[in-house]
């Protein structure tokens, strides 16, 4: 009979460069909850990370052309679709002098993260303790559906605070 490991031992086998992405992450999260001054190049990087890191997740799994990869697909644009449709980050402004964009602090972000990154560490784990769940549908879709769709939050706080830029045409004429 197999007995169940403790939480210590599940601890005590997670590399150490699991907790400094955690450390990570709650520092850049920390960071978001005030408002900052953002180049155009921050705000698309991080949910192009974000994209990368869940499109590769699914790839290296059942593959972007599977039903899973379907699910990401469409999570990442139910999610994005979702936050544009709240409006958030709302009250972002773009200040021309410095070209840079002033966004509202939010925990939002963090949260995000902390869910991405538990989901990880979920799926890691699962797939660590019982191997074979990995290529079972529910779980491949459901956590490729879920990585998707935080990425597609990423996404539409990103196109709305993108969204603050003054187009060429509206500046003009104002």
Do not use: N
Not at 22 to 36: E, F, H
Not at 123 to 140: D, I, L, N, S
């Amino acid at each position: 009979m197999h007995a169940t490991p403790s939480l210590l031992e599940i601890l005590g086998h997670i590399p150490l460069f699991v907790w400094a992405i955690l450390a990570i992450i709650l520092s850049i999260g920390m960071k978001l909850t005030r408002t900052t001054r953002v180049a155009t190049r921050r705000v698309v990087l991080l949910p192009l990370i974000w994209l990368a890191f869940g499109a590769w997740g699914v790839d290296s799994g059942p593959g972007l052309l599977s039903t899973a990869g379907g699910a990401w697909a469409l999570a990442l644009l139910a999610g994005a679709g979702l936050v544009r449709a709240l409006r958030w980050p709302g009250q972002v402004r773009f200040d021309a002098a410095t070209q840079r964009f002033i966004v509202p602090g939010s925990w939002v972000p963090l949260a995000l993260m902390l869910a991405i990154f538990a989901l990880k560490f979920y799926a890691g784990m699962t797939q660590a303790m019982h191997p074979g769940v990995a290529a079972q549908f529910g779980f491949a879709a459901g956590t490729s559906a879920a990585f998707g769709f935080l990425s597609g939050c990423f996404l539409g706080r990103s196109l709305g605070i993108l969204a603050a830029r003054p187009r060429a045409d509206t500046a003009i004429a104002a």
